[in-house]
Each structure stands twice: as C-alpha cells, then as structure tokens.
C-alpha cells in the first residue's frame, strides 16, 4: 500500500504562482508513475500532466501546456507540479495519483490507470 501526501495548495492571485509536492510515506516513488489530476466541482477529474518512473516521458493537458511543469527529484521521492501564470479556471482541487509499471518510458493518462491517490489540496486563484 502506498500513501500518498500532497502539500503546497493554497490561495494565489491571477498570474501568481504555486509549486504542488507528492510525497510518499514509508517508501520512495521509484518504479511508479506518477499523474496530478484535478477536480472543480461539479466537473470530473481531469489529467493535468504525468511522468514516467523514469523521469523521461511526462503528459500535459492542453490547457497547462507551457504554464505547468511536471518533475521528479533524483532520488525518485517526491514529484512536483511547478504551476505558473496561473488563472481562475485553474481552481480545483489537486490529487497525485501513483502507478506501479514495469515500464520505465511510460505515462498514464487516465485516472483509472492509477493504482494509489492522495487526498488532494486546494488550489485556489483569485482575480
């Protein structure tokens, strides 16, 4: 079993900039792949971007392409969402997802791809 703690949400104007983190406890991220989706409400979970265990192959959905970075450290124990020129329509709550897979060069877009989940952290901008 793999818990997942995501940390870095918060409230941040139009523009602004927040750096989202998904650690695992108990044991490292290596030989999973990793996904942050969100969730608005009254919307369904949507893939924001993904990456390999590897660290080679990452995802992004369309609209964060160029503003959001998706990053794994060296040691393969934590994996950032760097956000930036964030916008209203950005509001949503923010879930790391874990999958375990053999193959190092691949992502995942689909939630139901992913084995573990975090529990989310809100992320709210403001104009």
Do not use: H
Request: aromatic share 14%; proline share 4%.
């Amino acid at each position: 079993q793999v818990q997942l703690i995501e940390s870095g949400g918060g409230w941040v104007q139009v523009g602004g900039s927040l750096r989202l983190s998904c650690a695992a406890s108990e044991r490292t991220l290596s030989l999973y792949a990793v996904g942050w989706f969100r969730q608005a409400p009254g919307k369904e979970r949507e893939p924001v971007a993904t990456i390999s265990w590897s660290g080679v192959n990452t995802y992004y959905a369309d609209f964060v392409r160029g503003r959001f970075t998706i990053s794994r450290d060296n040691a393969k124990t934590t994996v950032f969402l760097q956000m930036n020129s964030l916008k209203p329509e950005d509001t949503a709550a923010y879930y790391c997802a874990a999958k375990s897979t053999p193959y190092w060069e691949t992502y995942y877009r689909s939630p139901d791809d992913y084995n573990y989940w975090g529990q989310g952290t809100q992320v709210t901008v403001s104009s």
